[in-house]
């Protein structure tokens, strides 16, 4: 085509006719530029050449001042000297040619698309005739499974309930047929009562022993419940009354044959146990579990356990808990053997689990079964032993060991099978409260715990006081008749007050509070208990340190004794009173020896009831707590129980201070001379120390009060030291009353007044150490000149009554008129 179209151009070119255009020209991938070009290259020969060197690339390089819009050298323009578009003409006529052309070739296609609207319109038309008549189709069609569909589903539930009643008909059919045999079966049970030899081969195959059981067990149950209705006037199920008579003899028959099958399968079963043939034992166990659920077999297999039946073995469990028939155990034995017993159980168990698992259908069933029987029969023989329930009106002896180690076994024993129980339990033990069977093994020892406890406290109370005794009785055999006194010190000092029979008191109470939280598992009671318990500390530390206190006043009261019998009148002979005197040191001496006997038991008393304080603050209040009231009535019940202590401790140091007194106005009128304060007036310079009686009566105060510093401490110190400077300062004013004072004796006395306030001062008393001030002040009324006694008072009128004691001990208080001089001075004061 484009050859001959180049052919047509070649000639119109030459004959100047017009170009030739194809509508094929414009299809396809259309290019302008290649139209142009075929239709320009003949005439422009150089646009050719321009167009293939830019197919090379434009290799050559030129400059874009040298290059014209027509493609042509501007120096081969100028060269030729020809015009610059020499073909314009032919290319007009060759454009306007071709402009005709296409206006011709577009309304040749104009006519070609209307004719082609018309066809495709008309087209459209049918197309859309034809989709309407599909949609009718479509919807005809869905119409149509939708019937279908519905008739699919009628068509199956019919058909599920056809197969249901096949199915119901197909299962009362084989009813029907098993009932039918069983009513065979059990019209042969039903003939002679005992009569078995005439029954099917099925009830004596051995190999058919599983279905022979469980067709026994439904005629029986069928039988009994028949019989059963009947009782009631219940219609049977075969019609009428009549149809069940004679059953009777089949329910006894089949009872027989239940009982002989299964003692031949517990036959079987204990020989398969023998060989340790797990599979028989497992077919056996399955097929017995249709009798009584499995029952006796389960208990078949416990009861012939060796641990349960063998007598050796309970012996052995005695050998090893108690040791030798005989000897008396101790917890720490005991203890011992129950671990070792207990491990030794839970091992046995546990080996048991693994057989009963592999075994029996119902596992769980039977280790509770299992676990119940070693604790009610093998521990609890053991228990019987090992815990005998003494006797509250015939306690044992001490020598036996006491309720105390009833108790401490009764705590190792509960402690022990506790640990069990747990070891048990995890071992497994189904479905059985093993806790609560453990609890119940102890049940009645518990009951009476909390009065066995008591007991035993008062026991061990009761046999430490004799043990003191007997120590104090031997101490005073073995000193002879030759150290009489010394020995019955000795023994005193045995039945003192001791701080560590105390501790000991306390140690006994620190046991039983654990026992108490072992066996009491609530709040209430175990409160309650240890009330129970601290009340009898308290009762025991009340009447030891009581009677302690009260011993050692009696030996104050023996010293007061001893003084009063040496007591003489004036005229006795010289060797009598020496004699007296002797008597008297060694009274005085005892008196100092029970004082200070006194204030170590009243300082071991201190001791022992800060013990117990401490002991109620850090064991006790914690579980009183939870009880409302529980710790505030053992807070009074402590302090009454102190009490007759304290009363027995302030008896005894009022006696002290006598005791005290008594030996200082001895020593004051053994020592004090009447020249002491009446010197007579030779020129010698005044002594001026103290009097030879105040210093052995300040030596004697500060040694026999150094134990009373020691053991008393805070308001009774201060009480007691203040009572003993009132008396001392009262003791010395009467003292001082049978002297005659001059100024020199009066110098000495106020050395001596000096002596004592300096001595007292340690009391740490003000209103003693205020009244040895004022003593000082009076006795300058021995001092001063009889003009200048007046003055004395001005400051201090406090003492002036004292003071008119004083004065009348002047040695000048006559010759100096002082009565009268100082009447106005007393009317003043009075």
């Known amino acids: 085509m484009k050859e001959s179209r180049d052919g047509i151009k070649n000639d119109r070119i030459v004959n100047s006719m017009p170009l030739i255009l194809d509508v094929d020209d414009f299809k396809g991938d259309f290019s302008f530029d290649a139209l142009f070009g075929n239709l320009v290259n003949e005439l422009l020969p150089s646009f050719q050449d321009e167009e293939n060197d830019s197919s090379e690339g434009h290799s050559s390089s030129i400059s874009g001042n040298d290059a014209l819009p027509n493609g042509h050298l ?14 314009v003409d032919k290319l007009l006529a060759l454009f306007k040619d071709s402009y005709k052309e296409l206006i011709d070739l577009r309304k040749q296609i104009d006519g070609r698309l209307y004719n082609l609207k018309k066809e495709v319109s008309v087209q459209d038309s049918k197309h859309c005739k034809t989709l309407g008549q599909l949609e009718k189709g479509v919807d005809g069609l869905f119409e149509s499974f939708a019937r279908l569909d519905s008739r699919i589903s009628s ?8 197969g249901d009643h096949l199915q119901s008909a197909d299962a009362q059919r084989d009813n029907a047929s098993q009932t039918i045999e069983l009513i065979k079966y059990l019209m042969e049970f039903n003939g002679s009562p005992g009569d078995l030899m005439e029954l099917s081969p099925l009830f004596s195959d051995d190999s058919r ?8 067990q439904k005629l029986r149950s069928f039988a009994e419940e028949d019989i059963g209705r009947q009782a009631l006037g219940v219609p049977s199920v075969m019609g009428n009354a009549t149809a069940s008579r004679g059953l009777e003899v089949a329910v006894a028959n089949l009872q027989d044959y239940c009982n002989e099958l299964e003692n031949r399968l517990l036959a079987r079963f204990d020989a398969a146990s023998q060989k340790r043939e797990l599979s028989t034992m497992s077919e056996c166990a399955k097929i017995l579990s249709q009798f009584n659920r499995g029952t006796s077999a389960m208990q078949h297999y416990v009861a012939t356990r060796s641990m349960f039946i063998d007598v050796e073995v309970m012996n052995a469990d005695t050998r090893l808990v108690l040791g030798d028939q005989g000897a008396q155990p101790s917890p720490s034995n005991v203890a011992r053997g129950l671990s070792l017993l207990y491990k030794e159980i839970t091992d046995t168990v546990r080996k048991e689990a693994a057989m009963i698992m592999a075994v029996f259908p119902s596992p769980n069933e039977v280790m509770s079964i299992l676990v119940q029987r070693v604790l009610e029969q093998r521990v609890s023989a053991l228990l019987d032993k090992l815990l005998v329930r003494p006797s509250l009106v015939n306690l044992p002896p001490m020598e036996e060991g006491g309720l105390l180690l009833y108790l401490r076994m009764l705590a190792v024993a509960y402690e022990k099978t506790q640990e069990l129980a747990r070891d048990l339990r995890t071992v497994g033990c189904g479905d059985l409260d093993v806790e609560g069977l453990t609890e119940s093994l102890f049940s009645a020892h518990k009951d009476e715990y909390p009065e066995h406890e008591q007991a ?30 010394k020995g019955a010190s000795v023994a005193s000092s045995q039945l003192q007050i001791s701080v560590t029979v105390v501790t000991e008191f306390v140690h006994w109470n620190e046991e039983s509070l654990s026992r108490c939280t072992l066996f009491s598992s609530q709040p209430t009671t175990l409160a309650t208990n240890v009330k129970a318990v601290f009340t009898c500390l308290l009762d ?9 206190l009260e011993r050692a006043r009696e030996s104050l009261t023996e010293a007061a004794n001893l003084r009063e019998r040496f007591v003489l009148g004036t ?8 004699a007296a005197a002797s008597a008297a040191e060694a009274a005085a001496a005892a008196g100092e020896s029970s004082f200070r006997s006194f204030m170590v038991a009243v300082q071991r008393c201190g001791s022992s009831v800060a013990i117990v304080q401490q002991y109620f603050a850090n064991s006790i209040s914690r579980l009183l707590l939870p009880v409302d009231g529980a710790h505030a009535a053992s807070c009074e019940e402590m302090g009454t129980a102190m009490s007759s202590a304290e009363t027995a401790a302030y008896k005894g140091l009022q006696q002290c201070i006598e005791t005290v007194m008594a030996e200082v106005e001895r020593l004051l009128s053994a020592e004090q001379k009447a020249t002491d304060y009446r010197s007579p007036d030779d020129g010698i310079a005044p002594d001026h120390r103290p009097t030879n009686a105040c210093t052995r009566v300040v030596a004697y105060l500060s040694r026999v009060l150094e134990s009373a510093f020691t053991a008393l401490e805070g308001l009774n110190k201060q009480a007691f030291l203040s009572e003993l400077g009132i008396r001392l300062h009262k003791g010395l004013l009467n003292h001082w009353q049978k002297f005659t004072f001059n100024p020199s004796g009066g110098l000495r006395l106020k050395r001596d007044i000096t002596e004592y306030g300096e001595f007292v001062r340690s009391f740490n008393a003000p209103s003693v ?62």
Not at 466 to 474: C, D, G, I, P, V
Not at 571 to 578: D, H, Q
């Open 571 to 578: 005229s006795v002979s010289r060797r009598v009173a020496a």
């Open 456 to 485: 035993s406290l008062k026991q061990l109370y009761q046999a430490k006081l004799e043990e003191l005794r007997a120590e104090s009785q031997q101490i005073s055999e073995s000193t002879g008749t030759i150290g009489r006194s």
């Open 74 to 87: 501007r120096g081969e323009a100028a060269k030729l000297n020809a015009p610059l578009f020499p073909e």
């Open 155 to 162: 068509v199956g539930q019919t058909a599920a309930k056809i």
């Open 540 to 548: 025991q530390v009340s009447q030891y340190i009581t009677e302690g």
């Open 209 to 216: 022993v599983a279905e022979a059981a469980s067709i026994a």
């Open 769 to 830: 150490d205020e009244k040895f001030e004022l003593l000082g002040i009076m006795a300058n009324v021995f001092i001063v000149a009889p003009e200048s006694l007046s003055t004395l008072f001005e400051g201090s009128p406090s003492i002036r009554k004292d003071a008119q004691r004083f004065i009348q001990l002047r040695e000048d208080y006559k010759s100096a008129k002082l009565a009268a001089r100082l009447s106005s001075l007393w009317q003043s004061s009075s």
